[in-house]
């Protein structure tokens, strides 16, 4: 059956057990990228108070870049793993477990003494993260009616901005309750990635009640009669259709994912940076007028301080006035990556999946590099949602393009390899951004030449996404085609 090409809404005529396959797969996937969101708020947190004090900010930048890498060979790892198991062993099943590892070890996280057992936890919650999606995406293609699997999975996409929002929310909370003294500062972190760790009881209800799809129980059925291999990575490379797709939808996926875990989400950095240098320069300016007006007729002016050291409870409250406005300015990013999602689906309905890829690919890059070299006070934060709108929009084209790419003995497989393995690669990215920021502040002189650097090392490296414009030359248009059985 091809998708439906009429005026009919996407969600007409599913079943209560529809809505309940969708439902579920839709909040693994939001409850995975809550656990995402929430390593990459508190990531420097956590790595300040388990790294030596000795270490300097740029140090713990570093350190912050490795852990993430980390993160991601592990979502890689995990990728590969399960995409196969999911196939062979079933999409609900293998679903459950991924869940269950990536919320127990995000707990686990907050139970860390030092940088080694905090990469390991991020390693192993990596596994289960890389599990997650390509599962979710293919249960939802083999379970809902062919007209109802474009607009379910770009929805299913766009609600993982939901779960960053979340996260967002959350880090609010507790930061307040941190100023209130009701849990301790050096605590936040811990405390954050515990609420991250609750998405393990969802394994429940998945256990309990989520059946395997019809067309991959009867397609096992046959398989196993005519020998015919799921799950295996010799047939999807043996065969020169798939493996053109599995090698271009990698590479398609490589360039949307440098750009969002290598360049996007290190915005907070550039956001705290940019306002603590804002908020520390007028507070110097405040005290060197206040300094001025005391001075006294008898006193010249170039007796004052040639650096004026602010107060330790003037830092605090930059600091902390800098870390809420961090968080807004990942609610706004994630406000403008649901609706891109959702804008992405409509327009890869309308005209097809290859011409709305080329677009997005292209907005992308341009609002990334204006994003980094234009962004320079709190009146900016409007523009995280113009960068999150275009960024994002190309996950929801991963979701909805690459489970037809694919028969359904290998969809999990080849969907979990393109979107996950590229991860091994782009795992250079946040360390690339590092080493590369490092080197072009090295003769710095000042905080404000310093955040140039990050601002330039950002946009150099957003080129990577014109990748995915060699990408989607070499793959198939597939609107209105079935999905390959």
Same mark, same amino acid.
Request: proline share 4%; hydrophobic share 50%; aromatic share 12%.
């Given at each position: ?9 996407? =969600? ?6 529809? &809505? ?8 693994? =996937? ?57 196939? &062979? ?14 919320? %127990?070890?995000?707990? %686990? ?29 293919? %249960? ?25 929002? #979340? ?5 609010? %909370?507790?930061? #307040?309750?941190?100023?209130? $003294? ?33 067309? &991959? ?21 043996? $065969? ?16 949307? +994912?440098?750009?969002? &875990? ?21 507070? @110097? ?11 006294? $007729? ?9 650096? +004026? !050291?602010?107060?330790? !409870? ?8 800098? #870390? ?79 489970? !037809?790419?694919?028969? @359904? ?42 955040? $140039? ?16 414009? +060699? ?5 198939? !248009? ?8």
């Amino acid at each position: 059956m091809s998708e439906q090409t009429t005026k009919t809404n996407w =969600w007409s005529g599913l079943t209560s057990y529809h &809505w309940f396959v969708f439902a579920m797969a839709s909040l693994a =996937w939001l409850f995975d990228c809550l656990d995402q969101q929430i390593f990459i708020l508190v990531r420097k947190d956590a790595l300040k108070h388990l790294l030596p004090p000795t270490m300097d900010a740029s140090q713990v930048g570093a350190y912050s870049g490795y852990a993430t890498s980390i993160f991601m060979i592990g979502w890689a790892t995990g990728g590969l793993i399960f995409g196969s198991v999911g196939d &062979w062993f079933g999409r609900a099943k293998t679903l459950t477990l991924t869940v269950l590892i990536y919320s %127990l070890c995000t707990g %686990l996280s907050a139970f860390s003494t030092g940088w080694i057992d905090f990469a390991i936890y991020r390693f192993i919650t990596g596994l289960g993260v890389g599990g997650v999606f390509g599962l979710a995406v293919t %249960l939802v293609a083999d379970s809902l009616p062919a007209h109802s699997r474009t607009g379910a999975l770009g929805l299913l996409q766009a609600l993982s901005a939901v779960g960053n929002i #979340s996260s967002g929310l959350i880090y609010l %909370l507790v930061t #307040s309750l941190s100023k209130a $003294d009701v849990i301790a500062s050096n605590m936040s972190w811990k405390v954050m990635f515990l609420v991250g760790a609750l998405p393990a009881f969802l394994c429940v209800f998945l256990q309990m009640k989520m059946k395997e799809p019809e067309a &991959w129980v009867k397609a096992r059925k046959e398989g196993k009669v005519t020998g015919v291999k799921f799950g295996s990575y010799a047939e999807l490379f043996g $065969d020169p259709v798939l493996r053109r797709n599995a090698l271009f939808g990698m590479l398609l996926c490589v360039a949307g +994912i440098i750009g969002v &875990w290598g360049i996007g989400f290190f915005a907070p950095d550039l956001v705290r940076d940019v306002i603590t240098n804002n908020l520390t320069q007028q507070e @110097i300016a405040k005290q060197k007028a206040s300094l001025a007006v005391s001075t006294t $007729d008898a006193v010249p002016t170039d007796a004052q301080p040639a650096v +004026i !050291e602010l107060p330790k !409870e003037v830092k605090a409250k930059i600091a902390d006035e800098a #870390s809420t406005l961090v968080a807004f300015n990942g609610i706004l990013q994630n406000i403008g990556a649901f609706f891109g999602m959702m804008t992405f689906t409509y327009i890869a309905q309308a005209i097809g999946r290859r011409k709305a890829f080329f677009m997005a690919f292209i907005a992308a890059m341009i609002a990334t590099v204006g994003y980094f070299q234009l962004f320079n006070s709190p009146w900016h934060l409007w523009m995280s949602s113009v960068m999150g709108f275009f960024q994002m929009a190309l996950f929801a084209g991963f979701a909805i393009y690459l489970p !037809e790419l694919f028969p @359904i003995r290998l969809r999990s497989t080849g969907t979990s390899f393109c979107y996950n393995v590229g991860r091994y690669v782009a795992a250079s990215g946040p360390i690339t951004l590092g080493l590369l920021a490092l080197s072009l502040a090295a003769n710095a002189k000042s905080t404000t030449e310093k955040i $140039d650097a990050f601002r330039d090392a950002c946009s150099y490296m957003s080129v990577i996404f014109l990748i995915g414009l +060699i990408a989607v030359y070499f793959l198939p !248009e597939t609107k209105g085609k079935p999905l390959p059985e």
